[in-house]
């Protein structure tokens, strides 16, 4: 790099840096980038590269450079990120445990964790914000954060209100020390009573959206493991208690379609799908009212545990499953016991 262009980069702001994988073929930077920043369009994407803004390896490429394995790929902007500028927003939370040290928060679905691309404010770091003052910073400069569940996965997240507290759990975390169970209702009646899920998780090689089950680290995937317990049966869905020793990015949603049961109402992964087609009549009709009911995936952080890193006691909190949860539960329990009555007849 020569000593122009470290002084070009000195002057901006990395926006998204990504690295390709060893088995990637060349591929032109533009449409590299399509593929992994969301709602990016490639107007935009050219246009960036006409500037000088995309860098591949230290060095500014044009929209036609063949991005190769093991590349860096940066995007540098002379603004900061949007998500790095913290607005404070009064955003009321469900606090359900608060001291000196640290709080938990039951999230509701639809609130996005922290701002990213197309999400800048309305989050619950937003709101973190606005309630507290001078929370410590993760890694990703992000306030108070100590781990993250999706915007449409409702639940239980703990905050840290101090550089100290961050510390210490995030090393609970890495060392899987914590508790985290969490209720999801699936799609089909899995088979075993209970089982443990083990792969490596990384991002899908098609839908960049999306992550994917790989046999080893070879794509840059992370190892994950997850014990399922099934909780009661509807025939055509199955509610199941899912306890993760690691935490990947989609963890319970990519395992549990890893083992042919995807969950309940999730778009991404293919679960808005009718999956079983039946004799009985009105069933998808029924299915689509009770998507209705849950239009999300059907995902509950239920249960949170954690050693508190001043008072050094075991600490375990559980929420009640949310409303639209509960009524979709309702709604299969009662369609279930119906189909039952008409087979015995």
Not at 186 to 209: A, C, F, L, P
């Amino acid at each position: 790099m020569t000593e122009n262009q470290a002084f070009a980069e000195e002057e901006l702001y990395e926006h998204f840096k990504f690295i390709a994988g060893s088995g990637q073929s060349p591929l032109r930077v533009d449409k590299f980038l399509m593929n992994l920043v969301e709602n990016a369009t490639r107007n935009k994407i050219q246009k960036a590269a006409e500037n000088g803004n995309i860098f591949v390896n230290d060095v500014p490429v044009k929209s036609n450079y063949k991005v190769k394995a093991n590349d860096v790929v940066r995007v540098l902007m002379e603004q900061p990120p949007f998500e790095n500028i913290i607005i404070p927003e009064d955003i009321p939370l469900d606090i359900v445990y608060e001291d000196e040290d640290l709080l938990v928060v039951n999230k509701p679905a639809g609130l996005v964790v922290h701002p990213g691309h197309g999400n800048y404010t309305g989050t619950l770091v937003n709101a973190l914000a606005f309630h507290f003052e001078n929370l410590p910073l993760n890694s990703s400069e992000r306030p108070g954060l100590v781990h993250r569940i999706d915007k449409d996965t409702s639940g239980l997240l703990v905050v840290a209100k101090t550089e100290w507290t961050m510390s210490e759990l995030q090393k609970q975390f890495a060392e899987k020390t914590t508790e985290r169970e969490y209720v999801a209702l699936v799609w089909g009646n899995v088979e075993q009573e209970e089982g443990t899920i083990e792969s490596y998780i990384g991002r899908h090689k098609v839908d960049r959206m999306q992550m994917a089950c790989f046999e080893d680290d070879s794509n840059g995937a992370k190892f994950a493991r997850t014990h399922y317990k099934v909780l009661e049966r509807f025939g055509y869905v199955t509610l199941v208690s899912c306890r993760l020793e690691t935490g990947r990015t989609h963890q319970i949603r990519v395992h549990m379609k890893f083992i042919g049961h995807t969950l309940f109402n999730d778009e991404r992964y293919g679960g808005e799908k009718i999956l079983k087609v039946t004799t009985v009549t009105k069933y998808k009709q029924f299915v689509e009212n009770a998507m209705q009911i849950l239009p999300r995936q059907a995902l509950h952080a239920k249960t949170l545990g954690f050693m508190h890193p001043v008072k050094k006691e075991f600490l375990r909190f559980e929420t009640e499953l949310p409303q639209d949860l509960l009524m979709c539960i309702e709604k299969w329990r009662s369609y279930a016991n119906h189909v039952k009555h008409i087979e015995d007849e």
